[in-house]
């Protein structure tokens, strides 16, 4: 069960969207392993923190090394897992797509 803060850092982007850091959430039993969610400011986004719609660590502890850059032409975050010496690269085209509905 999640008992950490999540969504403790909301961050508004120029373009309307905006950035969801959780730096203390933990999935598959990883304690504190991070996510970054990308919403869209335009639709609701609701549910849980999942690797379709955020891009979610996988190393304990690791939350609080994620790091994020946003490109508002091709509306895409691009997040560093320096702990895990990995990128995720996170498109609002990939988690609305699928008959995803917000």
Known sequence: MQTAPIGADIIALADGNYVIRSEQWSGSGISNAGAITLANGRQR???????WNSATGNVAEGGGLLVQD??????????????????????????FADNFEP
């Open 70 to 95: 946003y490109d508002p032409t091709r509306q895409r975050l691009v997040v560093g897992k320096r702990k895990e010496n990995k990128v995720t690269l996170l498109t609002m085209e990939q988690i």
């Open 45 to 51: 986004l609701v549910g849980h923190v999942a690797a």
